[in-house]
């Protein structure tokens, strides 16, 4: 059984940081990703990093403030997000998937079970 288990998140002012982690168990993936949703608008692409090799791909909106990478653990990403926006509050998701490219921003078969993430200007 697979499972995606985020941790981190929380309440932040403009220009701060905050730590998503994510945990993946029962399969390897050959990708893993940030998916966020704010209110009243659809899931959007943040990042996504290859498992093999660790090539990183990044929406325009976050480049330059925030980094993914991949754990020490087997399977676990983070997403160190730093200069927060009022714009960057949603919720972030984790995802995975099991075949396709990483720049490919679709395609992804697992998704963790979301966390907040509130930047107050």
């Known amino acids: 059984q697979v499972q995606l288990v985020q941790s981190g998140g929380g309440l932040v002012q403009a220009g701060g940081s905050l730590r998503l982690s994510c945990a993946a168990s029962?399969?390897?993936?050959?990708?893993m990703g940030w998916f966020r949703q704010a209110p009243g608008k659809e899931r959007e692409f943040v990042a996504a990093?290859?498992?093999?090799?660790?090539?990183?791909d990044y929406a325009d909106s976050v480049k330059g403030r925030f980094t993914i990478s991949r754990g020490t653990g087997k399977n676990t990403i983070h997403l160190q997000m730093n200069s927060l926006k009022p714009e960057d509050t949603a919720v972030y998701y984790c995802?995975?998937?099991?075949?396709?490219?990483?720049?490919?921003?679709?395609?992804?078969?697992?998704w963790g079970q979301g966390t907040q993430v509130t930047v107050s200007s």
């Open positions: 995802a995975a998937k099991l075949s396709g490219r990483y720049y490919s921003r679709s395609g992804y078969d697992y």
């Open positions: 029962g399969r390897t993936f050959s990708t």
């Open positions: 990093i290859a498992w093999s090799g660790g090539t990183t």
